[in-house]
C-alpha cells in the first residue's frame, strides 16, 4: 500500500512539474516591428509554440524562414523546429482583415527562464502570468540631457524656443537636436528618416 501510494505521488509530482503554461499577450519591452506580434506562448515539457499574430496590409504576404530564433535569458539560442498554418519559405497572404495567426514551435524551455527575445524583432518577452508591460519614464535621462545641453552650447545661433517661433521658416540651414524617447540600442539601428507635417496658414 506504502509502495503504491508512493508511486502515486511521484506520478502527480512529475506531472505538476512539467504542467503546460499558457500565457496570452505577453508583456514585452520593446519592439522593432509593426507588424508581427505574440499573442500567446504555450511551454510544455515536449516543446514551446509562440502564436504569432500578423497584422499587415489585406491581400500583401509575410514569410517566415528556418533561421526564424528565440534567445533565452540566459544566452542560449533556440532555433525554429517547425511551422503550423503555413510552410517555411512560403508567402503567407493575408486575408481581406490584414490579420493572419500562425504557430512556430521551439525546443522546450526550463522554468528557470522569464524571458526571451524573438528573433531580434521583440526583446524582453515576459513568460510569467500577469506581467504587465512596463512604461517608460517620461523624463529625459540624465546623460541624454546633458549630451543634448552640450550640443546646444555648440549653435553658433540662438536656438529657436519652440516651432511657433516666427523665425522657423527661414533661408538658412537648421540642426534639430534631441533623442527618439523609447528607443532601445536593441532594436539596432543608428539612422533613420523622420517624417513630419506642418500646417501653414496663409
Avoid: C
Avoid at 499574430?53 to 509575410?62: A, L, S
Avoid at 524573438?118 to 546623460?143: D, R, W
Amino acid at each position: 500500500m506504502k509502495k503504491t501510494t508512493i508511486i502515486i505521488l511521484l506520478v502527480l509530482l512529475g506531472s505538476r512539474a512539467f504542467a503546460q503554461r499558457i500565457i496570452e499577450n505577453p508583456a514585452f519591452e520593446v519592439s522593432n516591428s509593426g507588424i508581427t506580434h505574440i499573442s500567446k506562448i504555450e511551454l510544455n515539457k515536449d516543446a514551446t509554440r509562440i502564436h504569432i499574430h500578423n497584422k499587415f496590409i489585406p491581400n500583401w504576404w509575410v514569410m517566415f524562414e528556418k533561421d526564424v530564433f528565440i534567445q533565452l535569458d540566459n544566452n542560449i539560442k533556440l532555433n525554429v523546429v517547425d511551422i503550423e498554418g503555413a510552410k517555411f519559405g512560403d508567402k503567407i497572404w493575408m486575408p481581406e482583415s490584414g490579420e493572419k495567426t500562425i504557430v512556430l514551435i521551439f525546443p522546450p524551455i526550463s522554468e528557470e527562464v522569464k524571458k526571451i527575445d524573438y528573433n531580434n524583432t521583440i526583446f524582453g518577452i515576459s513568460l510569467v502570468k500577469g506581467a504587465v508591460k512596463n512604461k517608460k519614464s517620461q523624463e529625459i535621462p540624465e546623460h541624454v540631457s546633458k549630451w543634448i545641453d552640450n550640443e546646444l552650447k555648440k549653435a553658433t545661433n540662438k536656438p529657436l524656443a519652440n516651432l511657433d517661433s516666427k523665425e522657423f521658416f527661414n533661408k538658412s540651414t537648421g540642426r534639430l537636436i534631441g533623442y527618439i524617447k523609447g528607443y532601445d540600442t536593441r532594436l539596432g539601428f543608428k539612422t533613420g528618416i523622420m517624417y513630419t507635417t506642418i500646417d501653414v496658414f496663409v
